[in-house]
């Protein structure tokens, strides 16, 4: 009785001591992950504090936890500031801060991570913010992309000097016809001893020349920013720079533009930019033996959004050409870049639109771009 007795009070014994050994494995396990999870995330800044990007980490109160000297040095706010102030705090009159805010209340509504661009002037920034569950904490990470938006607004100028060049010539072969109006009516004017009755004559060719210059010196400019502006009139001012280049290599030029009062935000010159290159791709996709030339601009209103197409009866690109065709450096011509098509494509899309390019060989090809509409 007395050993039975005994055995029922060590049998107790031996499960407490595998549940104690469980539970002691338990925790030394925990303690190991979150020694792990420390230790990683030790190496993750310490990471991110060798790269210098700057970076934020805040609660889910927006109070401000942790930050680097990069992130002072990118936004001018002081420790002092990061100390005592919450980021809605920080985000009055400071459009920088106030685009951080709005994209770390929308990752903690969503609770997952969101990335976005800020861009002002030739200042852009990627912001990635990254929300943990588990501490509730949540990490904002700025990456620098202004060095390299600047090389593409470089690039994007070298070609819209390059397409400038290209249609001096056809410019000022459209000059030349008012010149000869202007010379022919002075001469007539000093015959006649009457200037008055050539005088609105003379004014109106004279007004032809300016907008020709005009239009000529507008797809020049350098302008980098982008705001809200007609379709219909970046077009309209095109269209005698297009008639002077298809006059000048003898073909035909048809337009058919369709009216929109919406608006697309764009960065004109760009937009310029990207017409010009059609011009001249198609333009020089005719060739020499080609006789009926004809190029066609139409535009139309699809799902919010404004359709440009350009379509052309030149040569054509087989599928194994068109297959290449947007690829960087990728050219048949013999002195081409292969950038001029991807640079296209990549504007349109950075304009938050569409560029496709159907070519059937020794039929034509039609380029069609699409930029979203606005009210």
Not at 166 to 187: D, T, W
Not at 201 to 206: A, D, K
Request: hydrophobic letters at 40%.
């Amino acid at each position: 009785m007395e050993n039975k007795h005994l055995d029922e009070q060590i049998a107790p014994n031996r499960n407490n001591s595998m549940s104690m050994n469980s539970s002691v494995t338990s925790q030394l396990s925990s303690a190991h992950s979150s020694t792990l999870t420390e230790e990683k995330m030790i190496e993750q800044h310490f990471l991110i504090e060798e790269l210098g990007i700057p970076y934020l980490k805040v609660d889910q109160n927006l109070h401000i936890l942790k930050w680097n000297q990069a992130f002072l040095d990118v936004t001018n706010i002081s420790e002092a500031q990061l100390r005592v102030c919450t980021l809605e705090h920080l985000s009055i009159d400071n459009p920088f801060i106030l685009f951080s805010l709005e994209l770390v209340q929308k990752a903690l509504v969503t609770k997952s991570k969101q990335v976005d661009d800020f861009e002002e002037d030739e200042i852009l920034y990627r912001l990635r913010v990254i929300p943990f569950e588990d501490d509730g904490m949540v990490y904002l990470v700025y990456e620098d992309r202004s060095l390299q938006r600047q090389f593409e607004n470089l690039l994007t100028f070298h070609h819209q000097m390059e397409a400038v060049s290209h249609i001096a010539a056809g410019v000022a072969h459209e000059l030349r016809n008012p010149l000869s109006v202007i010379k022919g009516f002075l001469q007539l004017a000093q015959l006649t001893n009457d200037h008055q009755k050539y005088y609105d004559t003379i004014m109106s060719e004279m007004n032809r020349m300016n907008g020709i210059l005009e239009d000529f010196l507008s797809v020049s400019r350098k302008k980098m920013e982008r705001r809200w502006q007609s379709p219909v009139q970046i077009m309209n001012s095109l269209i005698e720079i297009m008639k002077a280049e298809c006059l000048l290599h003898d073909v035909e030029f048809k337009l058919d533009l369709a009216e929109t009062k919406k608006q697309i935000y764009v960065n004109e010159s760009m937009v310029k930019q990207v017409m010009l290159n059609l011009l001249r791709n198609s333009v020089e996709a005719f060739g020499e033996s080609n006789s009926n030339r004809v190029l066609t601009i139409e535009t139309s209103v699809q799902e919010e959004n404004y359709i440009i197409e350009v379509k052309d009866n030149g040569k054509g690109m087989p599928k194994s050409v068109l297959n290449q065709l947007g690829k960087p450096f990728f050219t048949t011509k013999e002195r081409g870049t292969g950038i001029g098509i991807p640079l296209c494509k990549k504007i349109i899309e950075d304009h938050g639109g569409s560029f496709k390019v159907d070519s059937t060989y020794s039929i034509g090809t039609n380029v069609i771009v699409a930029l979203p509409l606005g009210n």
